[in-house]
């Protein structure tokens, strides 16, 4: 982009101004502006934006034990199911492992709609982080959460966000292996009930139960994912841009 006009740049007067801030109006270089949105704003304007943002460890502390719980209590769903009897079948020894089955699912349950309800609020926030410290995503917020909803979509576009998120291949790695695991989880989980539903044999349920061990793994990789991410992607008014930490310009 070429000179505004012969002007210099507020935080660095020795080089020519590119731009000016969108919001304040300060002239700025290349290094100094950065997209926010569809806002080309300076350092002091994203620190503002930051000041305003939640923390994303918090709702990370939030997310993860529902998370992990959700992973253990699918694995105790799968092996309270081993030997269940067939529907209509009249087994009085069956019913303490029917009941503690029953109970353990409506409990899975609640705990999995509060665990997706809390990480896609640490997701939502994690890429309102990103584009404040300048990360050139082509989503929203809102779009990046409604993708995890969208069939097939659900298995490429939340990972493609989070690893234009990344900015350490130690992040970058945790996504994919999260991708894999989850991807591989569910294929694994579906083959085993179809094979339970038409054959009625403990083939099914065996599946089913390395399903949910994949879960686990993908629990574990989920953790990774958020740790890492939050750590490099939090914004506070220190890190919000290049130039954050630049001396101010003096004011004659």
């Given at each position: 982009?070429?000179?505004?006009?012969?002007?210099?740049?507020?935080?660095?007067?020795?080089?020519?101004?590119?731009?000016?801030?969108?919001?304040?109006?300060?002239?700025?270089?290349?290094?100094?502006?950065?997209?926010?949105?569809?806002?080309?704003?300076?350092?002091?304007?994203?620190?503002?934006?930051?000041?305003?943002?939640?923390?994303?460890?918090?709702?990370?502390?939030?997310?993860?034990?529902?998370?992990?719980?959700?992973?253990?209590?699918?694995?105790?769903?799968?092996?309270?199911?081993?030997?269940?009897?067939?529907?209509?079948?009249?087994?009085?020894?069956?019913?303490?492992?029917?009941?503690?089955?029953?109970?353990?699912?409506?409990?899975?349950?609640?705990?999995?709609?509060?665990?997706?309800?809390?990480?896609?609020?640490w997701f939502h926030l994690l890429v309102r982080h990103a584009k404040a410290g300048g990360a050139p995503l082509d989503t929203t917020p809102a779009a990046a959460v409604g993708?995890?909803?969208?069939?097939?979509?659900?298995?490429?576009?939340?990972?493609?966000?989070?690893?234009?998120?990344?900015?350490?291949?130690?992040?970058?790695?945790?996504?994919?292996?999260?991708?894999?695991?989850?991807?591989?989880?569910?294929?694994?989980?579906?083959?085993?009930?179809?094979?339970?539903?038409?054959?009625?044999?403990?083939?099914?349920?065996?599946?089913?139960?390395?399903?949910?061990?994949?879960?686990?793994?993908?629990?574990?990789?989920?953790?990774?994912?958020?740790?890492?991410?939050?750590?490099?992607?939090?914004?506070?008014?220190?890190?919000?841009?290049?130039?954050?930490?630049?001396?101010?310009?003096?004011?004659?």
């Amino acid at each position: 982009m070429s000179s505004e006009n012969g002007s210099l740049c507020a935080t660095h007067p020795e080089r020519a101004a590119t731009g000016v801030c969108e919001r304040c109006g300060v002239f700025g270089c290349g290094e100094c502006l950065t997209l926010l949105g569809e806002l080309r704003l300076c350092a002091a304007c994203r620190a503002r934006e930051a000041v305003g943002l939640p923390s994303l460890a918090g709702r990370a502390r939030l997310a993860m034990p529902f998370v992990w719980a959700t992973a253990g209590l699918g694995l105790v769903v799968s092996l309270l199911s081993f030997g269940v009897p067939a529907e209509g079948s009249e087994d009085p020894g069956a019913v303490p492992q029917v009941v503690a089955l029953g109970c353990s699912g409506i409990l899975y349950l609640g705990v999995f709609i509060t665990g997706v309800v809390l990480f896609c609020r640490w997701f939502h926030l994690l890429v309102r982080h990103a584009k404040a410290g300048g990360a050139p995503l082509d989503t929203t917020p809102a779009a990046a959460v409604g993708s995890f909803f969208i069939p097939f979509v659900n298995l490429v576009r939340p990972y493609a966000i989070a690893k234009q998120i990344s900015t350490t291949s130690t992040a970058a790695s945790a996504v994919g292996q999260w991708q894999a695991l989850w991807i591989g989880a569910n294929i694994v989980t579906n083959v085993g009930a179809r094979l339970e539903g038409k054959t009625g044999s403990s083939a099914g349920e065996l599946i089913g139960l390395f399903g949910s061990l994949l879960f686990l793994g993908a629990a574990w990789a989920c953790q990774r994912v958020v740790a890492e991410l939050t750590k490099t992607t939090e914004l506070t008014p220190e890190s919000s841009g290049p130039s954050a930490s630049a001396p101010a310009p003096s004011v004659p």
